[in-house]
């Protein structure tokens, strides 16, 4: 899927077609000259007039390949190895999806991003109250970022990056692919992920298949007050459809409490009123949720 990524683009698809494997882009209505970029290249291309957001442009191109298996790769990710571990992790018993390594610029492996455990409530509670920033260290933590793990060799895990995601298709099509209302983006892969463990499915980290992955390309082109709207607002998504009612609502008392600290370091920072109307909306958001629970 891509979206104003014209900057990141050349280099994925480029990697991409020397592989050998069909590719499909979904564009959702780039300004720029992303489209200009891709139909250079020998893909297939999905142009759609408006902004569909991540999960919806995914099942587009999902669809549109007739494929046993679907790799998932981000516009800021660059293919550096050949995908038959990844097809052979997929093709083992119960296998929904595996994931790969992700190199960042620096050269090291995005460990904490590339894999990580399912977000308990207290992790969300901790994430939301920033906690998780002002002590990474925090048991809670390092569990939900999966730093404990072995990523030396191939281990079932609870839940690959999205950034570079081979999907097994009948599994997809079992689950029906991404939930759509995740939108524009956040949680709609972590939410795909616990639904097929729901389901008895395994997902798989292959440390052999590598990309190199930048990060973010497309955030950077929202504002950061749509960055915190759209953030929060698919946390407390993912939060009403897998936890508990009562755990739901100390999700909501802690993004509404988070929020006050978070709104005074952003606005000493970038000096813009419109931050605080989007922190305002978001603990208007949580408020509604604590009382009436979630609407989309």
Known sequence: MTHNSEAAIGSCLDAAVASGAELVVVDNASADHTLERVRQRPVRVIANAQNRGFAAAVNQGVTALERDFVLLLNPDAVLASRLDSMRAACSLPGAAGCGG??????????????VRRFPSPAAL?????LLNRLWPGNPVNRRYRALDLDYTRRLPV????????????AAWQELGGFEESFFPLWFEDVDFCRRAADRGYVLYFEPTAVAKHTGAHSIFNLTLELRR???YRSLLAYAFRHFRPATFRAVCLAVAAGCVPRMIVDFILERRPRLLRAYVEVVRLAGRSLVFGWRD
């Open 101 to 114: 390594l992700l190199i960042g610029e620096d050269g090291h492996p995005q460990t904490g991003f590339m």
């Open 125 to 129: 509670i901790l994430e939301a109250l």
């Open 158 to 169: 609870e839940q690959p990056a999205g950034a570079f995601l081979m999907i097994r298709r």
């Open 229 to 231: 709207i759209y953030w």
